[in-house]
């Protein structure tokens, strides 16, 4: 049996069986976008066999490398998780080259639940710093004359307009709004100026708006 069908069965028995074929690497979670690739000893120069090839195996394995390291830098540009190993690594420790998958499964579910963590907390902060600032049901339509106005452009002027002239809001109410949402970013400034909603619907769905 050889290498990659070794790395293929200690992965299914671990319940990491999920991969496919077709990707990037010898073996691919699309979705979590990790690659494995399992190199040639002999291709690829490892330190053991590599040694004891011939000069012309050495070039080639130089050549090979180098192109291995753009397709790594690519895949990464493109948010790939490589993983490579040469046959004998997986042949001599399959245990720990599987470990050295299922680490990478770690690593990249760990991120997105922190950033998802660290998301809701902004929002929360947010609302609770706007609540104090405007009130409640004040916050509450501010948000949805923002969404209104569709949230990712619109000015100024034209929340001013609705909520002071149309709806006699005070202007210090609609400037602390303002305010607030500039500084937790739910409002920002584009590069062109235009107002964008950056936090603008996970606030509104925390808020439990629409
Ligand atoms: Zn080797």
């Known amino acids: 049996m050889d290498a990659v069908q070794t790395l ?16 990037p690497g010898d073996i691919t979670w699309p979705r979590e ?61 399959t245990g720990s080259a599987v470990d050295t998958i299922l680490d990478q499964f770690d690593s990249v579910g760990d991120d997105l639940d922190d950033a998802h963590v660290e998301m809701e907390t902004k929002v929360r902060v947010a609302i609770q710093d706007l609540e104090l600032r405007v009130g409640q049901s004040a916050l509450i339509r501010f948000l949805s004359v923002v969404g209104g106005l569709g949230a990712s452009a619109f000015r100024r002027k034209d929340v001013e307009h609705a909520l002071i002239e149309r709806e006699g809001w005070a202007i210090d109410d609609f400037k602390k709004a303002w305010r607030g949402c500039m500084h937790h970013q739910i409002i920002r400034y584009r590069s062109d100026g235009v107002h964008t909603a950056a936090l603008f619907k996970p606030v509104m769905k925390e808020m439990g708006i629409k």
């Open 8 to 23: 293929k069965r200690a992965l299914g028995t671990v319940g990491r069986g999920d991969f496919e074929t077709t990707g």
């Open 33 to 93: 976008k990790i690659a494995v690739f399992v190199q040639g000893c002999l291709q690829y120069g490892c330190e053991t066999h590599g040694k004891i090839s011939t000069p012309g195996w050495k070039q080639r394995s130089r050549i090979n490398r180098d192109r291995a390291q753009r397709t790594d830098q690519d895949l990464a540009s493109r948010g790939w998780t490589v993983v490579r190993f040469f046959e004998c690594e997986v042949t001599a420790t």
